[in-house]
């Protein structure tokens, strides 16, 4: 087949992230490969609803006999549904499409499919899926812009790991690609993603004090001997072991409030107040709470006793290590949303739902709640209405992000 030097020249604009230089070629064409270029440069535009229109003409103007095309056209288009949040779009399609390119040997296209799957899981928080996806990818044969994506989910996966000596190496690796690559949009995102381990994560509150630690100070302190009540995923842990109350809030209210206190009690009547809110305790009140500190004594068993003391509770670790409390940097009702909206793309309430695993109605409540007070905006109507919030500047979102994510 006979090269079209106009569509090479704006394929290769394309990928030098030159999208401007791309359209000066191709703008005025409406065969099938100037729509698929013209889609990708809308999109790296940032105008996605053109690109996918584009792009989907693109396809059907491919044909069934051009298989390889129209797989492309696919993982375009699932490229454009993850940078407009749609996070239902058809999984499905996307594997379908990698396969094609696998069975014709275009394995960068192929390797492009699976990180953008990997990405996917990553965001509605199967950090397990995610891992062995990439697992199973070799990025040596990739070329540089490729490798530097490989190497921002490597980055991403282990920030949600906690782990973070293996992802400021992917960082580095993910950098020394980008400037390979020689792309400034790529540049900036690697340096953007890699700006997170410098900022303060969770803050550390122990015997009366306070203070902001950064994610390789959270990691060394969960690796500690120190019982840690963690605020940012509503669990209870000490050396690895781990007491999830993600799904029984009082329970947790009451690990806080003795937390925060330690080594000191608190009485029962502010422990009755915050977790049952109400301000007026009466005999009802202190039963359920002699009950619900039952509770919690069991859950949390060998690694501390929940002691009665003359005028209320105290948290008693095992062995005598301290207790901390490890909560968010700045805090905030809807956390879990407002870290997904402040990642700078727009949401669907769909794929706010699925991300959080919250009904779409009380996600659509807690947008309205969070609009009201200034803390989200929408545009668009319908089911092309779309979410936004100003990035939270200062604080990062990793802790906020944890997997399974819940409304709080």
Known sequence: ???????????????????????????????????????????????????????????????????????????????????????????????????????????????????????????????????????????????????????????????????????????????????????????????????????????????????????DEVEALLASEALVVDACRHVVQKT???????????????????AEAWPADVPRDMLIARAFRTSHADDSHRARLRVEMGRLRTMLGALAEVSATRRGFALMPRHGHRVVLLARPVEETHAAMLALLADGESWSSSALALALGASQRTVQRTLDSLAAAGKAQSFGRGRARRWMAPPASGFATTLLLSAPLALN
């Not at 809030?249 to 690990?255: G, T």
Request: net charge positive.
């Open 240 to 258: 690895g072991a781990i007491v999830s109350l993600t799904r029984r809030p009082v329970l947790f209210d009451l690990a806080y409030q003795l």
């Open 1 to 215: 087949m006979k090269t079209d030097p106009l569509i090479q020249a704006a394929a290769q604009a394309l990928a030098a992230g030159d999208p401007l230089g791309a359209l000066k070629r191709v703008a005025l064409r409406d065969d099938a490969p100037a729509l698929a270029l013209r889609g990708i440069a809308m999109a790296q535009l940032g105008d996605l609803i053109r690109a996918k229109a584009l792009v989907r003409s693109a396809a059907r103007a491919f044909g069934a006999r051009q298989a390889v095309a129209r797989a492309r056209c696919v993982v375009a288009e699932a490229e454009i549904a993850l940078a407009s949040r749609d996070l239902a779009w058809p999984a499905k399609a996307l594997r379908d499409a990698r396969a094609i390119l696998e069975a014709h040997g275009d394995r960068a296209n192929a390797a492009h499919a699976a990180y953008l799957e990997v990405r996917r899981r990553v965001l509605i928080g199967h950090i397990d899926d995610a891992e062995r996806l990439l697992a199973a990818l070799d990025p040596t044969p990739l070329p540089p812009a490729l490798r530097a994506a490989h190497e921002l989910v490597v980055a991403g996966v282990a920030l949600r790991r906690l782990q973070t000596a293996a992802a400021r190496v992917a960082f580095a690796r993910a950098k020394q690609a980008a400037y390979e690559a020689r792309i400034p949009a790529l540049i900036a995102e690697v340096e953007s993603a890699s700006h997170t381990l410098k900022l303060p994560a969770a803050r550390l509150i122990a015997s009366g004090e306070e203070r902001l630690l950064l994610l």
